[in-house]
């Protein structure tokens, strides 16, 4: 059992930067596909950004080139910097990671097993 943790939510205006993480309670980082997802009110849950064990990276194309997905083995922690914000970012966050995501795959959220609690990111204009 993978216990994930998110951090580093907040609100924010319009243009500015956050930094979300995500602790994992083992080491995942070779064996796992580790992703961001987002669900606004309402909505859908979306797959945001996805980091496979080849190194390879995906993005929502609303979010491509503002957001990026990154690991830290030695911490046990992955992370997602989000630039360029907009309010249509506003929604919970949760991170999620899986030894068995089909490669290219990684957004889609039925490929995960373990998820964190969310974390609420809210942008105003």
């Known amino acids: 059992q993978v216990h994930l943790v998110e951090s580093g939510g907040g609100s924010m205006q319009a243009g500015g930067s956050l930094r979300l993480s995500c602790s994992a309670s083992q080491y995942i980082y070779t064996k796992h596909c580790m992703g961001w997802f987002r669900q606004a009110p309402g909505k859908e849950r979306e797959g945001v950004a996805a980091l496979d064990t080849d190194g390879d990276t995906s993005y929502a194309s609303s979010v491509k080139g503002r957001f990026t997905i990154s690991k830290d083995g030695a911490k046990n922690t992955f992370y997602l910097d989000m630039n360029s914000l907009k309010p249509g970012d506003t929604a919970m966050y949760y991170c999620?990671?899986?030894?068995?995501?089909?490669?290219?795959?990684?957004?889609?959220?039925?490929?995960?097993?373990?998820w964190g609690q969310g974390t609420q990111v809210t942008v105003s204009s």
């Open positions: 999620a990671a899986d030894p068995t995501v089909v490669p290219g795959w990684g957004l889609r959220q039925y490929q995960y097993t373990y």
